[in-house]
């Protein structure tokens, strides 16, 4: 372990008062906006006593409030114990809603086998640490180039029954991407963690966008209207508007770059479990695409630019109006009609050819990377597709 991570793992055993006594920090293992995570040995490990005990080590300082407290005590969850835990040290720039809601959520979700639970989580002054049985995964960046079809599917099939568990409680994750999934081949299944984002559906704030109406094609009611923007390299103007007096539209957008969703884009203010369906589209693409990552944009609009070359213009305003937006774009290299995804999965991956297991893959990326959210498959629509149920070899 090198020498500046033990400096950092001491600095949280020093300033978090009795953490040392309970856990041994054996390594930092992730470090993201939001939280640094580090794998530690849990010191009060009984190998004898196989669940875990949800109860007792939820002492005083345990986050939730006490009515929720009593519901968990004596609740087997049927885990095991296992010797070593991720403890998530929130970063304290972190809303405390955002941390109370990843933990609300996670406690909603604690029946889900494939999602990561939570054993417990401490407080101490403004700093939180949850703890979560530590799971043994493999870095994508490494495993994405080995996948044959078959690995593709059993990683597939074990994020698509995660998604499926968490849609059924009407939760969306909102961040679905390789390293929120820790997926073991050996094992041949993952589990979902990092609820930072995720929220319960029709949570939003704001009125119902125009795609829950049925009519929203011919509704010519523009609420905004998206600019496209010119590659700076060929040193055209920005075509944004300057004095855009039109208020603007608030719509969740989190998420991470690549793997939003065209309806979060559009700022759909009526965001359904749908959205990581399309995320779960752009972790397939890679895949057979072999790119990590597939798309690389700098901003909203520049995403845009990366979905209207491959959808082409005509389908892209369609995916718009939907939303109540207008997608314009004087970009040369942007056609109207786009591709099919066999062409660019052929393009991407350099090959002639697809296989007919790839064909099939394919066929299932384009029913996740459907832009329209109600035509796009669900989680358990995707489990019963013929990828799944009827693979060719
Ligand atoms: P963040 O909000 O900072 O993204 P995550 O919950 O996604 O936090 O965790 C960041 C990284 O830490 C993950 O990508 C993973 O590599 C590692 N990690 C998180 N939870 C676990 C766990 N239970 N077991 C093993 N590794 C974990
Ligand atoms: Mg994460």
């Not at 397939?284 to 695409?289: A, D, F, K, S, W």
């Not at 796009?376 to 693979?391: G, I």
Request: charged share 25%; proline share 5%; with cysteine.
């Amino acid at each position: 372990v090198d020498e500046s991570v033990r400096e950092d793992m001491r600095k949280l055993e020093d300033t978090f008062p009795g953490i040392s006594d309970r856990f041994r920090l054996v390594n930092r293992i992730g470090e993201g906006t939001f939280s640094t995570v580090y794998k530690a040995e849990d010191l009060h490990y009984d190998a004898h006593q196989n669940d875990w005990d949800i109860s007792t080590s939820a002492q005083d300082n345990y986050t939730e409030p006490p009515s929720k407290r009593r519901r968990v005590q004596g609740e087997p969850t049927g885990r095991k114990k296992t010797k070593f835990v991720a403890l998530k040290k929130i970063y304290v720039t972190s809303s405390p809603l955002r941390i109370q809601n990843e933990l609300e959520l996670l406690h909603d979700l604690r029946g889900c086998g494939s999602v990561c639970p939570l054993i417990t989580a401490f407080r101490y002054q403004d700093q939180v640490v949850a703890v979560l049985p530590y799971f043994p995964h493999t870095d994508f960046r490494i495993q994405y180039r080995t996948f044959m079809v078959a690995d593709m599917r059993h990683y597939l099939r074990s994020l698509m029954t995660a998604l499926n568990s968490v849609h059924e409680h009407d939760i969306l994750h909102r961040d679905i991407k390789p390293t929120n999934f820790l997926y073991n081949p050996d094992l041949k299944e993952g589990v979902l963690v990092d609820f930072g984002l995720a929220e319960r559906q029709g949570s939003e704030y704001s009125s119902p966008c125009l795609c829950t109406h049925q009519s929203y094609v011919r509704r010519s009611r523009i609420l905004s209207s998206y600019y496209s923007k010119n590659p700076p390299s060929t040193g055209f103007s920005a075509g944004y508007p300057k004095n855009d007096s039109r208020p603007s539209r608030r719509a969740n957008r989190a998420g991470t770059r690549g793997f939003r969703a065209p309806e979060v884009l559009f700022k759909c203010t009526s965001q359904t479990t749908k959205i990581d369906m399309w995320s779960v589209g752009v972790i397939l693409l890679t895949l057979l695409g072999r790119r990590f990552p597939f798309f690389n944009s700098a901003d909203d609009i520049d995403a845009m630019i990366e979905m209207s070359s491959i959808f082409g213009t005509r389908r892209m305003k369609t995916a718009a109006a939907m939303h109540g937006q207008i997608f314009e774009t004087n970009i040369p290299t942007i056609g109207e009609k786009g591709y099919s995804w066999e062409k660019l999965v052929k393009w991407s991956s350099c090959v002639e050819d697809l296989t007919e297991s790839e064909q099939q893959a394919t066929r299932l990326l384009s029913g996740l990377m459907e832009l329209d959210p109600s035509k796009r498959l669900s989680a358990a629509d995707a489990l019963q597709h013929e990828f799944f149920t009827d693979p060719v070899h």
